[in-house]
């Protein structure tokens, strides 16, 4: 049995597998939110340098090839979240963490969702590279296109973000949040996302 399909077909459809794309990164953060109540996993079956990152990932402000961050999150979908629906989930259950974090949470209190994704591109610039997020916003309703190189990041991943770009406005006082993936392909996806201020 094939414990890691996500893992599996990620890693294939990348040009040179876990050395693809080295100038594409994402900070350790990333990855150790992820992880974050994932830890005792059974997962040393895993190549060794995927079981390492794992179980001892690197400090948060560290640079990591973006590639492996989302090879870490294959296999957490793989382990524990069969389903989009819980993928989605857990991606807003990640974001809201992020009010537990005292900087994050006065910067969303005092922020709108226009705001915050009018700077959508400098925060993304804060945790990832290679990856590029360009959003064009009206009062109650954004629209997102993500674009990276081909197969960097899976439709998996990709459909992921439904779930933060929700749990983000949520953060910010408005209700009514509503993201949906309305395409995707290799080198991206388009997201639309409304709310009631």
């Known amino acids: 049995m094939d414990r890691y399909p996500h893992l599996r077909e990620y890693l294939a459809a990348l040009p040179d597998g876990l050395a693809s794309y080295p100038d594409c990164v994402s900070k350790a953060t990333l990855l150790r939110s992820a992880l ?9 079956d895993l190549r060794p ?24 999150f294959h296999v957490i979908v793989d382990v524990y979240y069969p389903t989009q629906a819980q993928v ?15 900087i994050y949470r006065r910067i969303l209190r005092v922020t709108s969702p226009w705001a915050l994704f009018r700077i959508s591109q400098q925060l993304d610039g804060l945790f990832q590279r290679g990856t590029h997020i360009a959003p064009e916003l009206e ?40 993201c949906e993936m309305t395409a995707s392909s290799p080198t991206g996806a388009t997201f639309e996302m409304t709310w009631t201020e």
């Open 139 to 178: 009062k109650g309703h954004a629209r997102f296109e993500l674009t990276h190189p081909p197969h960097l990041v899976s439709r998996i991943n990709q459909v992921a973000n439904v779930g933060m770009f929700e749990a983000m406005v949520e953060m910010t006082g408005c209700r009514d949040a509503r």
């Open 36 to 44: 974050e109540g994932h830890e005792d996993a059974a997962v040393d």
């Open 88 to 102: 989605i989930e857990w991606a807003r259950r990640r974001t809201l963490r992020m009010r537990d974090n005292p």
């Open 49 to 72: 340098e995927l079981l390492e990152l794992y179980r001892e990932p690197p400090p948060a402000t560290i640079w990591v090839p973006a590639v492996e961050v989302n090879a870490i």
